[in-house]
């Protein structure tokens, strides 16, 4: 087995140019690639189905950046565009064991199925506002920003218990904090700002708690335990962020796959697939987060006929990993709506820190999409496929804008 660190690694490309095509060589590198990160860090990267699951509960790779070689060596600087996803602060994103059943028995008090549930009149509420913004039969409206964006914003706010008048500034620190492209000199105020913002709403609610997740979070207790004003920022920052970009991208990801194949659409608009069918296979084919970071190898761990060493970093690259055809068959880079193994991905983790909001963006998604699509059956995109760009996020499949003909007719 070999370490790979003076082998060629696969940069990955800060503007996203060409997601699938970049996936497909992750792929083809084998189980586990050595690729770089923008800014010249250099990290292995799971892009297989089975190992993904393996390393996702090896308990020798751990959330702890003090175990990374890199970061003790002093060559990731605090202004690295990513360091606000590698090193997000305390919170049950970021510890392992018994801190993190701890925090993540403690979130759940707050996050229970109960509340997301009961978010379902509210999402339908804020569907049918969106919808009713929306322009006249047969216009072009960029999609994203007038429907896709704000829907899942409004909801986490509310969630949250965040004023909506704080949304236009959170909407432009939540895209330099996850753009490869913010200047240093704007790293560390984003997100000292970002906190503080969070901090702000957490004493809002410990002085005067509400029908809220924060406030919950704040009251949540175990055996006299609570979480810390620290870690209830840190969690409240993770879940707003994590919240908003995966079902936006959910959304907006859906729509293109359902333009680009006429024929899946037909079959949903018939009523011989479901809805969830749709959501599913979107989140395996083009999954919303291309890869999530970052995971540390406490000691020498094998994958395949490669070892991630000791002090190394690892990435798990969901998009190569959910059109993996040893999981998915060998037509697993085509989009089926009617694929028997579309719920076998694992978008949303896997695992001990599998995400806590997955069933929020599933019920926002089913919520959005048939509405969207009872209005407007004949919605196509106003702009050729090739025309969609990525923005420069490398965690996300996120497009700049979604241009759409809206159209209330399948003719």
């Known amino acids: 087995m070999t370490s790979g660190t003076e082998e060629l690694r696969i940069p990955l490309d800060p503007f996203v140019t060409d997601l699938d095509g970049e996936s497909a060589e992750l792929r083809a590198a084998g189980p586990l690639a050595a690729v770089e990160l923008p800014g010249g860090v250099p990290v292995w990267a799971v892009t297989r189905h089975a190992e993904a699951k393996a390393l996702l509960t090896d308990p020798r790779l751990v959330k702890d950046i003090d175990v990374w070689g890199a970061w003790q060596r002093g060559e990731i600087p605090p202004d690295w565009p990513l360091i606000g996803l590698a090193n997000p602060g305390r919170s049950m994103l970021t510890v392992d064991g018994a801190d993190h059943r701890r925090m993540r028995g403690l979130v759940a008090q707050a996050l229970t199925p109960r509340r997301v549930e009961a978010m379902r009149e509210r999402i339908t509420e804020l569907t049918g506002r969106l919808l009713d913004r929306l322009p ?175 002090g190394d970093a690892l990435i798990v690259s969901y998009g190569a990993i959910g059109r993996d055809e040893e999981a998915h068959g060998a037509s697993a880079g085509d989009f089926d709506i009617t694929r028997e193994t579309r719920t076998r991905h694992i978008s949303f983790g896997h695992g001990p820190h599998v995400c806590p909001g997955a069933a929020l963006s599933r019920l926002e998604a089913g919520v959005a999409l048939p509405a969207l699509y009872a209005r407007f059956p004949g919605l196509d995109l106003a702009v050729a496929p090739s025309a969609l760009r990525n923005k420069p996020v490398v965690t996300q499949n996120d497009l700049f804008e979604l241009p759409v003909r809206l159209t209330s007719s399948t003719a």
């Open 136 to 310: 006249t039969d047969a216009e072009v409206v960029d999609l994203k920003a007038e429907f896709a964006y704000p829907l899942p914003m409004y909801v986490v706010a509310d969630l949250m218990g965040i004023e909506e008048s704080r949304l236009p500034r959170l909407k432009v620190l939540f895209e330099k904090f996850f753009s490869t492209q913010t200047p240093p000199a704007e790293v560390v105020a984003t997100l000292v700002e970002l906190a503080g913002i969070m901090a702000e709403t957490v004493a809002a609610k410990r002085a005067e708690p509400g029908d809220d997740l924060t406030s919950a979070l704040v009251l949540a207790s175990e055996d006299g335990d609570r979480l810390t004003d620290e870690e209830i920022v840190s969690t409240l920052q993770l879940m707003v962020a994590a919240g908003h970009e995966t079902t936006i991208s959910l959304i907006v990801n859906a729509v293109v796959n359902l333009s680009v194949h006429p024929e899946q659409r037909a079959l949903v608009l018939s009523g011989a697939a479901d809805w969830s069918a749709v959501i599913e296979e979107t989140l395996r084919w083009s999954t919303p987060t291309s890869h999530v970071l970052i995971r540390f190898a406490t000691e020498d761990v094998p994958v395949g006929d490669r070892v991630i060493p000791a």
